[in-house]
């Protein structure tokens, strides 16, 4: 078995970010202590170096947020230069601090400085915005004059999406983002030149933490029964405890229904949270025939996510059924969890979601822990594998990767892989991407161990987790409340 060490290769190239991912790889790297106003001061210098030989009068173009903030420490070194804000003040409080720490005149759309611009910094709008710009932010961009050249902080504004800035130049932080690369995996024309410099994250930013809930999508006044999702969970026979603790899991995601599929005689057996829908099936012992579960996954508004594996035994029949199901399901993201696994043959075609070995099951699986690149390469966010164990690597395409570590040492108990195959069913129910269920999940798994040891004590077993999932979900930067995205209609 490899170490962790000989993996960084798989684990610490960054990868093509999607675009919230530098704010919630951000938020990781405050918690693990980062000072935010110097990752904003190395921004700033980036910038300038990029501005080196640039034609003067500069012009930097401050939007409300922390893009505007690096325009702002860019200006306080420079000394020929106009700062423009949209805004009156900042969103967030490190670039607040960086406006206030400006001494120079601020201008603004209605006060533009006398002289026409050579040099356009733009600091409008950052990675996570979509979408064309819109109100004060498409009013300065359409009233700067002259034609002068535009360098880009972190992207171009409005990259993509047919009215934005052309940059000769775009600074971009960390790592690519991929709201400026085609379906082709070619640069947007409008980003120019691409620089990718380092603001200086701990490399533990790149792994499972606090920023990650930044993927949580919250709940709403308006909704109704069944929008935040339906899981099915498909497993027992042998095992009846497994299927509930996947069950527990997944509804304390916050989805709405959660419905457990497993053979009769098992059923009987099972002492039913309340929370939980028993979906009966024929079989008495163990699963062989899928055909009611995959109608049910396709009747009414149908399920949004399946678990397979918790407690299911691996009778070949068994195996048969598992395999039939996975290929009778192919648009409905799964987890596929314990015996399930040698069920697959490789990466089956129809399979979206993630694969939980534990490093036994990875070896019968493929073999060794270096051919899962190759195995989900070129799926985006839609392929996923957690080799489990007192630290979990996860592995995702094209570079995603992450480590995850800590938590309380009891967690290494039975049942805690059930547990973690719910939660990522119950985030795939809710519609987050295999990528970003499977690393909300470890960190959520993590941080319920931490509380229910702290509050139990070690004789914690596997029931007692669940509800401090839930508690984990409102532990972090979002806590209760979503979370405020740089978009060009907030302008």
Known sequence: MKGLEDWDVVMRPRWIMAPHESAILDANAKALGADMDELMMTAAE???????????PIWILCGPGNNGGD??????MLEECYVISTHQTQKTTVAQRARDDYER????????????PSTIVDCLLGAGSYGKPRGDILRLM???????????CDMPTGCGSGVSFNAFRTVTFEAPKS??????????PEVGDLFVAPVGWPEEALDPGPGDLLRYPHPTTNQVKGDRGRVMIVGGGPYHGAPLLAGMAAARMGVDLVHVAMPINAAQKAK???????EKIDDEDIITDVTSLVKRCFAGRGVQSIVIGPGIGDDIATIGAVKMLIKSTPNIPKVIDADAIKALDGWPPELIGVVTPHQKELQNWVGD???????????????????????DLIIGSAGRGGIGKGGNPRMAMGGTGDLLAGCIGGLLGLGLSPWAASRLAVHLMRVAGDFAGKEIGPGIVADDIPPY???????????????????????
């Open 46 to 56: 980036h910038l300038a170096n990029a501005l080196d030989g640039a034609p003067r």
């Open 272 to 278: 039913w949270p309340s929370g939980l829908i028993y």
């Open 369 to 391: 822990i270096g051919a899962v690149p190759k195995l989900i390469e070129n799926s985006g966010e839609k392929r996923v594998v957690i080799r489990t164990g007192p630290e």
């Open 71 to 76: 325009g702002f420490r860019l200006a306080g």
């Open 142 to 152: 359409e009233s700067i004059p002259g034609r002068p050249q535009v360098l880009a």
């Open 469 to 491: 999932l839930s508690r984990a979900l409102i532990t972090g930067p979002v806590l209760l409340h979503p979370p405020e995205e740089e978009v060009p209609s907030s302008s």
């Open 105 to 116: 005149e601020i201008y603004t759309i209605d006060n533009l400085p006398t002289k026409t």
């Open 179 to 188: 709201n400026m690369i085609d379906s082709q995996g070619r640069l947007l």
